[in-house]
């Protein structure tokens, strides 16, 4: 009895191996298929081998200096960066209010912010459109920051609410007892057993501003001013499209996708593990 015990765990994993590995390599197939597609010639890109016969590295010069990479990647990189710090900043103060402190229309204001939620991004280009330009911000990495900002901060404070809800009350006002201000409090010790949900909302939020396209393509005329998704998508012809450049273009943008993923989740993960040791 015991030994059939014993094997239990080893052919649930073997059972678990054999079902997920083919979703594994179906989930990985587009991705290495860019990989390859990015360093073969351009004449074998549908009648080669999946594998190059040879490889060359010279769509990653040319998608390097064609559309200005590093100019568009720079601008990728600080306008996600400020949008990520500014939408973690409305998210756990907003999420520490709604969960934590009791004001006057809690309840309404919070379905409210939640109703924004179900309007499509794209049901509002045309009102944002106007009212940025209306402000004159339209054109300016200014107004593009603050469609990201607002429009992802409700999400994210939803989010926020829900880890700060699952906090004990009785911590709060220990804190309180011993004299800390609110302020204190969020600061020295709720948000440092809240790790989970700011990688959470870092993770989710890094994603979404690195690879939006449809509000940049509005609002920003300028071309230099662009971030690089709808940069690489102008390697695509009407006609005919460098194939090994686009993939290389791509290949590139998803590296720092990849190190704040791998990085967030180790956070996430020591994140967990501390908070169960504190509770």
């Not at 200014?142 to 404070?157: H, R």
């Amino acid at each position: 009895m015991s030994v059939t015990n014993a094997h239990k765990p080893w052919v649930g994993k073997s059972f678990a191996t054999f079902v997920l590995l083919p979703f594994c390599v179906l989930m990985a197939f587009p991705f290495v298929w860019m990989l390859l597609t990015s360093l073969r010639e351009q004449n074998t890109i549908f009648n080669g081998p999946i594998i190059p016969r040879k490889f060359t590295g010279t769509a990653y010069k040319e998608a390097w200096t064609s559309i200005e990479f590093p100019l568009h990647f720079w601008n990728s990189v600080w306008i996600t960066s400020v949008t990520v710090i500014g939408v973690l900043v409305f998210a756990t103060l907003s999420g520490y209010a709604f969960a934590k402190l009791d004001f006057p229309f809690r309840n309404t204001l919070f379905v409210l912010l939640l109703t924004t939620l179900m309007m499509p991004s794209t049901a509002l280009i045309i009102p944002l459109y106007l009212e940025l330009k209306s402000l004159g911000l339209l054109d300016s990495q200014a107004g593009l920051l603050v469609l990201y900002i607002s429009g992802s901060a409700p999400f994210a404070m939803f989010l926020m609410r829900a880890f700060f809800q699952t906090l004990p009350d009785e911590l709060i006002e220990a804190a309180r007892v011993d004299g800390g201000s609110e302020l204190t409090i969020f600061r020295r010790v709720i948000l440092p057993l809240t790790r989970p949900g700011i990688a959470t909302v870092v993770i989710f939020q890094f994603l979404s501003t690195w690879n939006e396209f449809l509000i940049a393509n509005t609002v920003l005329r300028n071309t230099e001013s662009l971030p690089l998704q709808p940069v690489l998508f102008t390697l695509m012809g009407q006609y005919s499209t460098n194939w090994p450049a686009l993939t290389a273009g791509l290949t590139l943008s998803v590296v720092p996708v990849v190190i704040v993923y791998v990085r967030m989740q180790r956070q996430f993960v020591a994140g967990m593990m501390l908070g169960a040791v504190k509770n």
